[in-house]
């Protein structure tokens, strides 16, 4: 109720949350004339109920009248509410410290020292992997029948002969890809058949085994990750440890040798079907015959380009595998760290299979295969 330039408010009733809607829009209505009242008195003599809700709302009206240079009361405070009004009244009093502005240079120079640490953190966790991996196996070879066939069948069947359709189909296109831009290309220097050449050695050397290899870490390494990471959640890996018995032994062995058993075979098929689709397009679109293009391919490849792809393969399937495994045993207790740690596995898995792309092609360039 106005009085001249002062405002006095007497609330009465429930100012509690079962009626918040009606008191917000009350407390938005009286707001005009708190901007414009000099004097605001607030009586609460008549409140019946009051809880944090309505005493906020309250405390809100006394400070747009005092944010706009104007003198706020409060009074008539029963003694049982007298606490929770103090209580609110200290509520957000002081305005967050503002953050210091960081020298960027000195924020650069911090990001990449964190960056440097976390890098050696990872190494870490690889050769700890690495070197518990390689005792398992010492035990495998003392005492063969520790080795759990029927895993690491399980496993050698859904990272091999499951991955075979999708593997034969992404290969195929990517030979067909190359030999169409291939007979594209050299057909304006009149060199169409120099794309056998191409065809067969980027697929028998680099590409079969590059590719192939990057599926396989999307697709099982994934797997590996969020399979051993709900079991560390969910304190399976724990439990096997108080039973007595060897994670890395029962859980990780299997999975890995499975991935290096398999990979070399699934290099080895989708480098077959990477030809067959750049033959079948030098057919199609280079009017090449199939006779023709695998009389080319017999003189333009031998058997060196198909060993160096292969040998890559274990190396790489190795790799693939201890990432994954790593990665799921550092997943937390939530689901967003499952999610995290399963994306960090594809990433550093792809990283380091390329990596050691580069690393075999200097090394076999620098002996001459």
Known sequence: MPSGDTLELRPVGSW?????????????????????????????????????????????MSRRATAAGHRADVVGIADDYAGLIEEVRQVNRHPPTPAPARNPVVAKLGDIGRGTIGAGDDIAA????????????????????????????????????????????????????????????????????????????????????LIVAIMVAGRSGSAYTAELGSMKMREEIDALSTMGLDPIEVLMLPRILALVCALPILSFIGSMAALYGGGLVAWAYGG??????????????????????????????????????????????????????????????????????????????????
């Open 16 to 60: 509690t949350a079962a009626n918040a809607a009606t008191l917000e829009r009350l407390s938005n209505d009286i707001a005009p004339q708190l901007d414009r009242a000099s004097f605001v008195r607030v009586d609460m003599a008549g409140l019946r109920e009051l809880d944090t809700i309505g005493a906020w709302l309250l405390e809100r």
């Open 126 to 209: 690889f050769l700890q992997m690495l070197g518990a991996l390689c005792v398992a196996i010492m035990g495998v070879i003392r005492r063969p029948r520790s080795l759990r066939l029927t895993s690491f069948t399980y496993q050698l069947y859904r990272v091999g002969w499951q991955a075979i359709p999708i593997v034969v189909l992404i290969t195929f296109l990517i030979g067909a890809i190359i030999a169409q831009q291939g007979i594209f290309h050299f057909r304006k220097f009149g060199a169409d058949s120099y794309v056998v050449d191409m065809v067969g050695i980027l697929v028998l050397r680099e590409l079969g085994v």
């Open 288 to 369: 090449m015959e199939p006779a023709i293009f695998i009389a080319r391919l017999h003189d333009a490849v031998s058997v060196t380009h198909f060993q160096v792809g292969i040998i890559k393969a274990p190396f790489m399937a190795l790799v693939i595998g201890i990432v994954a495994c790593s990665e799921g045993l550092r997943v937390k207790g939530s689901a967003e760290s499952l999610g995290k740690q399963t994306t960090t596995s594809v990433v550093k898995s792809i990283f380091l299979v390329i990596v050691l792309d580069g690393l075999f092609a200097v090394f076999f360039a620098s002996i001459g295969m």
